[in-house]
């Protein structure tokens, strides 16, 4: 395990909310501690005007990556943050130089308010930092939202990925088209709510004689990015956008590599979506994830960190599936 040391809190990044003083799960702070902001310089993401200077949340740890191996990127779902990876890093790291990545308007990068936050702008902000931090063909793994972001990039950057892992992926549904139709105040209003309900079941816990510091910590680490500045200007911006609406019909059109994850006790997308993924995929394994929800990586890191490494470290026959794990 990589992250051994628990930080003192008064080594924090500054970026970081005060609130992250209060976590207590080593796996977090480990994570927050190699958790950095890198400026990142994109051309036009605005029309007309010079390149911008995005400061991005990068979580950088792992063995150095040879000649001829791809580093691995993770890249964490709507609403979420680098952290959500907290518990399956240690897994990963010995055996891959890895990659948590607060994209565009996500997590712990900087909001831009001159920047609307819509698919392009996000896989033109990933284009760059790609090209800035790492420039070589890499193993692109998205969670939810993630999954959407990593097929969408793949698609128009396909020299830069040489295989997508996909966990519970967005991408046949998940997305919401209907945002773009709807007025800013009401998107506002669901984006309080987002926060309202994170708030309130972290002071539920606080307050339960009986909760111990894992499920505070769990609550701290999904919360922590709301009390980012700009995010609930970012959760709108990027909800008016549409998002991932139109990627249905080009899923079919990835070439790379692809396994596909998928706890079997999702409830957020189901797990119909993972068997329409294997047949529009041609070059895709699925394998399941017993006991997880929709996010196997902190439900079952180790089971999910194990199909990882089995997939990038063994030689497969594409189009087998493996059994129910």
């Given amino acids: 395990m990589p992250f051994n040391r628990i930080i003192p809190k008064s080594d924090l990044e500054p970026f970081l909310p005060t609130l992250a003083q209060q976590i207590q799960d080593s796996d ?3 994570c927050l501690n190699h958790l950095q902001r890198q400026l990142v310089t994109v051309s036009a993401l605005v029309t007309g005007e010079p390149p911008v200077t995005v400061p991005t949340a990068v979580m950088a740890t792992g063995k150095p990556t040879p000649a001829g191996s791809a580093p691995l990127i993770l890249l964490p779902g709507f609403d979420s943050s680098a952290l959500e990876f907290r518990h399956l890093i240690p897994y990963l790291a010995p055996h891959k130089a890895t990659y948590a ?18 698919p392009s702008t996000i896989r033109q902000h990933l284009y760059a930092t790609w090209r800035q931090l790492i420039n070589r063909p890499v193993v692109l793994l998205g969670a939810s939202l993630g999954g959407a972001i990593a097929i969408d990039f793949a698609l128009r950057h396909p020299d830069c990925v040489e295989r997508l892992i996909l966990v519970d992926s967005v991408g046949f549904s998940g997305s919401f088209p209907l945002g773009q139709y709807l007025d800013a105040s009401l998107l506002t209003w669901g984006a309080d709510w987002l926060q309202f309900r994170k708030s309130m079941a972290f002071q539920a816990a606080a307050m339960l004689p009986f909760t111990g510091s894992s ?6 680490c999904a919360m922590l990015h709301q009390t980012m500045p700009g995010w609930k200007q970012g959760i709108v911006s990027f909800t008016r ?4 609406s139109d990627l249905a019909p080009q899923i079919a059109s990835i070439q790379q590599p692809t396994l596909i994850l998928w706890g079997d006790r999702d409830r ?13 995929l041609p070059r895709s394994r699925l394998v ?7 996010a196997p990586h902190i439900d079952a890191p180790e089971a999910t960190a194990e199909a990882i490494l ?5 030689e497969r026959m594409w189009g087998h599936d493996d059994k129910i794990r």
């Fill in 28 to 30: 977090a702070i480990a």
């Fill in 101 to 118: 990545l607060d994209v565009l308007g996500i997590g712990f990068t900087a909001y831009m308010p001159s920047i609307a936050i819509a």
């Fill in 215 to 220: 499920q505070t910590d769990k609550i701290l």
């Fill in 241 to 244: 956008s549409g998002g991932y």
């Fill in 268 to 280: 957020t997308l189901g797990t119909e979506d993972a068997w329409r993924f294997k047949r529009a």
């Fill in 288 to 294: 399941w994830i017993t006991g997880a929800g929709h």
């Fill in 310 to 314: 089995q997939e990038l470290e063994e």
